[in-house]
């Protein structure tokens, strides 16, 4: 059995005021290097640390990575949905500058700004990197630093959820919470 353990990176500045982050590199904030901090202390027999290559990934996985003493192997497929002209934006400045674009969003039509990334390209590249690290890394426990989008990706897959279809039913993720999986003969189950 591979577990895999899942989290999310700690606090920005964007999260804490509300900016949709996307693929724009922010940094940790001071309250997410803590956080970041506070779960090391609480993760043991860790194998192998992979990590987004955004800034706030990053950073937490080389807080986590320290602790447990293993290096951080940086992917860029763990990277957030690219938002486009939506990064960086709060959701009322969506509201009121691309009235259109998000009605259709809030309707479940469509991605988003007009050059957001699409769901099902997103979901296709973070079902590549689980799939690969699952058969490099059997029987290991392998801690993945994300971000809430790619998160939600493994959950759908590890639920049997369509994310390009399912994408709003599956529940948002806090900042450094850890979500716990288990790899079995190629199927991902919940271990919480």
């Known amino acids: 059995m591979t577990t895999l353990l899942l989290v999310r990176h700690g606090e920005t500045d964007w999260n ?5 982050q996307g693929q724009s ?3 940790l904030n001071e309250l997410g290097r803590r956080q970041a901090r506070e779960l090391a ?4 027999g860790v194998d192998v640390v992979y990590s987004s290559d955004l800034a706030r990934a990053r950073e937490t996985a080389e807080i986590l990575a320290e602790r447990a003493g293993v290096e951080v192997r940086l992917d860029p497929r763990l990277r957030e949905r690219g938002f486009g002209a939506w990064e960086g934006l709060t959701s ?5 500058d691309f009235t259109e674009a998000h009605g259709r969003w809030k309707a479940g039509e469509g991605c988003g700004a007009d050059d957001a990334e699409p769901f099902d390209a997103f ?3 973070v079902r590549a990197f689980l799939q690969e690290v699952l058969n490099r890394h059997p ?3 392998v801690l993945v630093v994300g971000h809430g989008g790619s998160i939600r990706v493994i959950h759908a897959l590890a639920t049997g959820r369509d994310y390009v279809r399912d994408h709003r039913l599956i ?3 806090a900042n450094c919470a850890v979500a716990r999986y288990a790899a079995r003969e190629g199927k991902l189950a919940p271990l919480d």
């Open 92 to 96: 009322p400045e969506i509201e009121s």
């Open 25 to 27: 590199d922010t940094p």
């Open 139 to 141: 029987g290991e426990t």
């Open 41 to 44: 202390e609480q993760l043991d």
């Open 171 to 173: 529940p948002a993720v």
């Open 123 to 125: 979901g296709q590249r």
């Open 16 to 20: 804490r005021d509300g900016r949709w």
